[in-house]
T-cell receptor
Framework: QQQVKQSPQSLIVQKGGISIINCAYENTAFDYFPWYQQFPGKGPALLIAIRPDVSEKKEGRFTISFNKSAKQFSLHIMDSQPGDSATYFCAASRLSGGGADGLTFGKGTHLIIQP | EAQVTQNPRYLITVTGKKLTVTCSQNMNHEYMSWYRQDPGLGLRQIYY???????DKGDVPEGYKVSRKEKRNFPLILESPSPNQTSLYFC?????????????FGPGTRLTVL
């Protein structure tokens, strides 16, 4: 059972455009939603993360929008640049309560920014 | 430099030949984890460890073993590798004991089992 669904699988955006990647989750116990960026030949690296007590978090050109009632969150990349071309993973985990859950990842989005 | 290291980075082996992929972190993190990455499937957790001598299964543990004898090291062991274990493997660590939080990933180990 996939707990985090990510779309689209691949995305091509023109330089300067807005890239939007969407994720939906099922487990209402999730309370931490990070996005990871992965360049070819490298391990994923944390890009930006949000907790459900806010609806939006912005860091530079990257914004997470979070809709708790719809159980959805999305990554927006403004003024997309060729250097943003990478694979993006959304993820979710449970930071509160008992247990030691790991991150549950979406399947990834391969983003290409065309010059 | 704070980092997670993995060795080897590339490995080609044959079915049934035992192998170990090492993982080490220098950030004094309590939580360590192994993932495999396959096309179209994303990252799936194999095993994780909350602290020394504490390990537990993730989503896809079959065919793998781990150990955590020291805080900094978390080796992944394939006792009898099979072709379906051909994959890209990542080790990760997190400061928050018992919690995923921000995970720092190693550079990956590409394993091919013939």
């Amino acid at each position: 059972q996939q707990q985090v669904k990510q779309s689209p699988q691949s995305l091509i955006v023109q330089k300067g455009g807005i890239s939007i990647i969407n994720c939906a989750y099922e487990n209402t116990a999730f309370d931490y939603f990070p996005w990871y960026q992965q360049f070819p030949g490298k391990g994923p690296a944390l890009l930006i993360a949000i907790r459900p007590d806010v609806s939006e978090k912005k860091e530079g050109r990257f914004t997470i929008s979070f809709n708790k009632s719809a159980k959805q969150f999305s990554l927006h990349i403004m003024d997309s640049q060729p250097g943003d071309s990478a694979t993006y993973f959304c993820a979710a985990s449970r930071l509160s309560g008992g247990g030691a859950d790991g991150l549950t990842f979406g399947k990834g989005t391969h983003l290409i920014i065309q010059p | 430099e704070a980092q997670v290291t993995q060795n080897p980075r590339y490995l080609i082996t044959v079915t049934g030949k035992k192998l170990t992929v090492t993982c080490s972190q220098n950030m004094n993190h309590e939580y360590m984890s192994w993932y495999r990455q396959d096309p179209g499937l994303g990252l799936r957790q194999i095993y994780y460890s909350m602290n020394v001598e504490v390990t537990d299964k993730g989503d896809v543990p079959e065919g793998y073993k781990v150990s955590r004898k020291e805080k900094r090291n978390f080796p992944l062991i394939l006792e009898s590798p099979s072709p379906n274990q051909t994959s890209l493997y990542f080790c990760a660590s997190s400061l928050w004991g018992g919690r995923a939080g921000e995970q720092f990933f190693g550079p990956g180990t590409r394993l091919t089992v013939l």
